[in-house]
Nanobody
Framework: VQLQASGGGLVQAGGSLRLSCAASGRTSSTYNMGWFRQAPGKEREFVAA????????GVTDSMKGRFTISRDNAKNTVYLQMNSLKPEDTAVYYC????????????????WGQGTQVTVSS
């Protein structure tokens, strides 16, 4: 499966962005999906994950209440809605596909998108 992340950009603190991850090839509904992010000089960090059906969701504690993950299997697309953005949310955001339900470690993911840059200005 090929993953294409989009929707990043420059936003002021307190603003919102919605990232999309479109899957092609094998349908994304076959996989559990996740979002990670990586800021300059830092390790890749788990953000959120969603099961194949969308019934099980996991979000990193520090992002709960601000970030929401969802999916539309008919469109082979997974979304990450990000609200109340902070400068520390600045990073490249990656979507990924996993065989493990709500996987939170990068090694559990088989396929990765190319990443989309999110920059939050203060």
């Amino acid at each position: 499966v090929q993953l294409q992340a989009s929707g990043g950009g420059l936003v002021q603190a307190g603003g919102s962005l919605r990232l999309s991850c479109a899957a092609s090839g094998r349908t994304s509904s076959t996989y559990n999906m996740g979002w990670f992010r990586q800021a300059p000089g830092k390790e890749r960090e788990f953000v959120a994950a969603i099961s194949r059906s969308g019934e099980r969701i996991g979000v990193t504690d520090s992002m709960k209440g601000r970030f929401t993950i969802s999916r539309d299997n008919a469109k082979n697309t997974v979304y990450l809605q990000m609200n109340s953005l902070k400068p520390e949310d600045t990073a490249v955001y990656y979507c990924a596909a996993s065989g493990t339900v709500v996987a939170s470690t990068a090694s559990q993911y088989y396929y990765w998108g190319q990443g989309t840059q999110v920059t939050v200005s203060s």
